[in-house]
């Protein structure tokens, strides 16, 4: 495979010395652009636009046309794996994904087995080549895939819910039962993301959307015991490049100690954390990435400069740390928001890579 | 004044010894009890009940009355103070409360003022004293108030938010009108809650819900700021009883210990928290609150048993303790799972109180 032209994402996980902090952001390619919003129109709907490699390809370089990004991140949703084993995801406008058949006891968990990562869920990792493939060396191509634990919230309740209360009174009274769907999406997860690096992927995230939900014993049990199980399962390096591993818990701040050490080579941390003082308690073993609330890109253009500086200025000199935003951009946000954060980031990060 | 006689409430946010750990619920009187239901039908709406002492003293009582709790809360809502400062609040059936009148720019702040106590607030102060009469020393009285950013949030975005834009963009890009704002919150909570305790409350709670959502340097500057302004200025005495206050952010894990640095004598926790962690971090200096996961109680009793069980193990043996859950209880809980909760509270502490 070709070299990677601009490699600092990669190195930045690894901890390994860049010119200046590498900046990617989650939901880079999405509805705040108006071209996505265009190809999206023409796929007809978010599914479609999803499960077609050529259109998901089109999408995931948007966002790298307009800004000077550091990484692509391949387009999908999280909810692919389970919509492959047979849930029947569909979208409501305004109302976010929902499940046609939801687990909902022990003969419906039964029946599912992990999606085969060629068959069901083909067309993603054949976007993932076509990605690969349109970046030609650029940058690196992220791939991704939810947590076990998030994966069973929309798989058990069916959809986005506000007090997650089917799941957990299956946690609390039916733990073996929840454990079971969690191997089964953690077994999922691994071939999915391990059959992304193979087509091309050349780093991958975890997304524990809902994790922070869970009490902090709850936590350790049921969602993190399963992220540590995909992270020791998955291909360390492919074809001669080491993959380096991203893991997110959404409102994790308090477990940073025990998610550094499930092996991961970088944190995620949302908006609500301390970059510096995470920094201190796990930046000798792990990357960051994040953290700037996704709202200041509401603001005028000297408000996001100075917050990005913060974020920077926070976390301080020295390598280990990938530009985000603690969650991902708002559909409300102004695309020169974005080419600010961006600038600003490369720019005033330079200095502190000296 | 009367002695109470069940101080355990009092005794345990002070860090005195007591025979168990005591235990009242966030949301005690409330739509999963039938009779409060009743009340509120007779009643008309939420607002015709919060705004009659009489019947708000009838649904505070209604949870006395039927589990062995050690302590009554106000019945009340945390937006009766910006609805008596002229914002015109209302409820939409099944969305929550609305305000006719949000703050949007600075002509709108100019015209607010704090609400006299004794005045547009009045029928709180009655309730407070009327359901202080009603107690007649069984248990002590706690007042609440929302906490000055929490107030805001309301007052900016007219309503419950998903994502806090409206507010939000007022903090990062004209910060000194959102100080404004907070520092007349400050002021009202602080005469609203002194005022509850000269009518009859006996310890009080500032409840700051949406303080866990803004960045770690935000919540410094715009939430816990005026937590710590307001705490300063609480009557610490009165009727020669110490009033003791706990101050709640919801997702303030990560920030234990500059709550604990407010002065006030207990930290509510929510059920993400390790309340044996937290205690080893600042329970030399306060109380500890909380913190069962509310979704516990749709679980069969031997499960709500053993939760309760984990709770008070995790704190450990001796005082410092009020056992609650991590935020309120759901109306869909089931009476008889609140009658578990209570009593296994009391049943496995005596023997760490020994």
Chains 1, 2 share one sequence.
């Not at 509805?31 to 709907?45: D, F, H, I, M, Q």
């Not at 309740?157 to 957990?168: C, L, N, P």
């Amino acid at each position: 495979m070709k070299k990677l032209k601009n490699d600092t994402l990669i190195r930045s996980l690894l901890r390994q010395p860049t010119p200046y902090t590498p900046v990617w952001l989650m939901r880079q390619a999405g509805r705040y652009l108006p071209e996505y919003n265009l190809t999206r129109k023409k796929a007809g709907s978010f599914l479609a636009l999803a499960k077609s490699p050529a259109l998901a390809t089109e999408v995931t370089l948007q966002p790298l046309n307009r800004f000077n990004l550091d990484a692509a991140i391949l387009f999908s949703d999280i909810l692919t794996v389970p919509d492959a084993m047979g849930l029947g995801l569909y979208f409501v406008e305004g109302e976010g994904p929902r499940f046609e058949r939801p687990l909902r006891d022990a003969a419906a968990v039964a029946k599912i087995v992990p999606p085969d990562p060629y068959g069901e869920l083909r067309y993603v990792t054949d976007a993932v080549s076509e990605i690969r493939k349109a970046l030609d060396g650029s940058v690196p191509l992220i791939g991704f895939a939810g947590s076990p634990y998030t994966l069973a919230c929309y798989m058990v309740e069916g959809g986005a819910s506000a007090d997650f209360r089917t799941i957990k009174s299956m946690l609390y009274s039916e733990p073996a039962l929840l454990h079971r769907i969690l191997e089964i999406n953690a077994r999922s997860v691994t071939d999915y993301l391990n059959a992304q690096i193979q087509a091309g992927a050349q780093a991958v995230m975890i997304f524990d959307t809902w994790g922070g939900n869970l009490s902090h014993a709850a936590y350790a049990e049921f969602s993190l015991a399963y992220i540590q199980r995909i992270v020791s399962e998955l291909r360390r390096e492919y074809d001669g490049a080491r993959i380096p591993s991203i893991v997110f818990t959404k409102g994790g701040g308090t477990w940073l100690e025990a998610i550094a050490q499930t092996g991961c080579d970088a944190v995620g941390l949302d908006w609500t954390t301390d970059i510096g003082k995470a920094r201190k308690q796990i930046g000798d073993r792990v990357a960051l990435q994040g953290n700037l609330d996704p709202a200041v890109l509401h603001s005028p253009t000297d408000v996001i400069r100075t917050q990005v500086a913060n974020v920077l200025k926070s976390y301080g000199p020295g390598s280990g740390h990938v530009f985000n935003l603690g969650h991902g951009i708002v559909p409300s946000t102004r695309p020169e928001s974005v080419q600010t954060l961006v600038d600003a980031v490369h720019e005033f990060s330079a200095p502190l890579h000296a």
